[in-house]
């Protein structure tokens, strides 16, 4: 009986004896396969917020990749590895490059000489020093497993959508400057841009550069200029009119494709910016956080109020534009109120306020007692939402086209530039109220940045 007892324990020591070496390769095994996982979880989310900070930056100048690589040194170096150990960054590891999928990543100093073609951030930690992209096993290496094993995490991030209105215009010109001089004493010097002043309230559903009928398009916003053109309602556009974007990131040298409608229904989705939105998510779409009307008795800057927030439009020349575009000189007598609203934004590059007699001559003489800050971020010009506000909701991007467009319904066209325009009043069926601001390059345009990889 004692013999068959001993015989047991000594099976089970045998056994635990052979079995001993797989218990610890296995534990051996978990905790190094744990050490590895929170190792390529650090890194990983290290690369990801990078990415995302510098691509942010991003504005289509070398100003921007610069900003860009600051930003990612100033990320990394609030990043910790094994929960102590300071991430060693190097410039190497981000690059920059015109697509999310392509081979064409540059350093900071050789994408600053294509800056705006420069849309996505790479980083890749495998360009980091060897401490921080390797591990070394701690019981692994024991049993034969490899001595090191390497963690190089890569992310990618650029823009996944672009801040444009999915509503495009005729530019009023192909030049993108040019020096309109207004006579009067001094005379005063102004930069155009593609046909339009700075100042000015246009009426963007009553433009046309080369007839007197208007001409505007709505944008297809889920299909990007390499996909095929394809038909698309208001109701695809509906949203993107909501929030003021398109769905892709890049229009570059695409060409948009476009539908001329017969009437324009979506101006409703447009006043989601003054708070008026039944047919917009408050989630995606909220108000601005001015919701004030700058025409009759709220632009009160103006001695001679205007009955609406663009000016009276012109068909001189056979042209659809407004009275402030003719050629200079305006004649003196032209109404004041038939300006509209100006300088609602901010005064005109280079122009001085005393020069508003020269700029827009008129009868009565015009008088614009204008405050030295915009009336759009003025606190006594401003009325608050009743609804939490997102500020500079009112900007819109919108796209100059190169015209005029080949005829029907879907069609194609380039861009020239994005102009942008602050609404000065709320839209309807027959007006799209907004003031010239300038002009902003695509990669300046700001939109939503995620990750690719």
């Known amino acids: 009986m004692n013999t068959s007892r001993q015989r047991q324990r000594g099976g089970i020591t045998l056994l635990y004896a052979l ?39 991003l504005d289509g100048t070398s100003t921007g990749i610069a900003s860009a690589t600051l930003r990612a040194s100033q990320v990394a170096s609030t990043l910790r590895v094994n929960l102590a150990t300071p991430l060693a960054w190097r410039s190497a590891a981000l690059r920059f490059g015109p ?14 000489s294509d800056a705006a073609n420069m849309r996505y951030v790479r980083v890749n930690l495998a360009d980091l020093d060897e401490e921080m992209r390797e591990m070394r096993p701690l019981l692994m290496g024991a049993f034969g497993a490899a001595a090191v094993v390497e963690v190089a995490p890569l992310a990618v991030a650029g823009p996944t959508a672009l801040q444009v209105a999915p509503l495009a215009i005729c530019a009023m010109s192909t030049s993108a400057s040019a020096n309109r001089v207004n006579p009067g004493s001094p005379a005063v010097a102004e930069t155009v841009r593609y046909g ?8 963007l559903l009553n433009l046309n550069p080369n007839g007197i009928t208007p001409e505007y398009f709505l944008v ?19 949203p993107f009119m909501c929030t ?24 409703r989705q447009l006043n989601s910016r003054f708070g008026q939105v039944p047919v917009c998510s408050l989630a995606s779409a909220p108000p601005d956080t001015n919701v004030r009307e700058y025409i009759g008795e709220n632009a009160n800057w103006m001695s001679v109020r205007p009955t609406r927030a663009f000016a009276q439009p012109s068909t001189v020349g056979g042209k659809l534009r407004t009275i402030a575009d003719l050629p200079p000189p305006v004649p003196a007598s032209t109404p004041d109120a038939d300006y509209g609203t100006r300088w609602t934004a901010n005064v005109p590059r280079g122009q001085a306020v005393g020069n508003f007699a020269t700029l827009y001559p008129s009868t009565p003489a015009n008088f614009v007692s204008m405050p030295l800050d915009a009336p759009y971020a003025t606190p006594g010009y401003t009325t608050a939402s009743a609804q939490p506000g997102r500020s500079n909701r009112r900007l819109l991007h919108v796209p100059l086209l190169s015209c005029p467009v080949a005829a029907g319904t879907l069609v194609q066209a380039n861009v020239l530039a994005y ?3 602050l609404m000065t009043a709320p839209a309807n069926a027959t007006e799209l109220p907004g003031e010239f601001i300038g002009i902003v390059n695509e990669a ?9 990889r």
Not at 196 to 203: A, C, D, E, S, V
Not at 226 to 238: K, P, W, Y
Not at 251 to 265: D, Q
């Open 19 to 57: 079995l001993l070496p797989v218990m610890i390769g296995c534990v051996g095994l978990a905790l190094d396969l744990g050490l590895l996982y929170l190792r390529a979880t650090q890194l990983q989310n290290a690369a990801d917020s990078i990415a995302i900070a510098a691509a942010v930056k």
């Open 244 to 267: 003021g974007t398109l769905a892709y990131p890049v229009v570059g040298s695409g060409r948009l494709h476009l539908r001329r409608p017969t009437s324009f229904s979506l101006w």
């Open 220 to 238: 297809d916003p889920v299909r990007p200029p390499a996909a095929a053109l394809a038909s698309f309602d208001d109701n695809t556009v509906a």
């Open 196 to 203: 339009l002043r700075p100042g000015i309230g246009y009426n």
């Open 419 to 421: 102009a942008r325009f």
């Open 444 to 452: 300046a345009l700001g939109s939503a940045i995620g990750l690719y």
């Open 99 to 112: 697509s999310p999928d392509g081979t064409d990543w540059r350093s900071a100093s050789a994408a600053s």
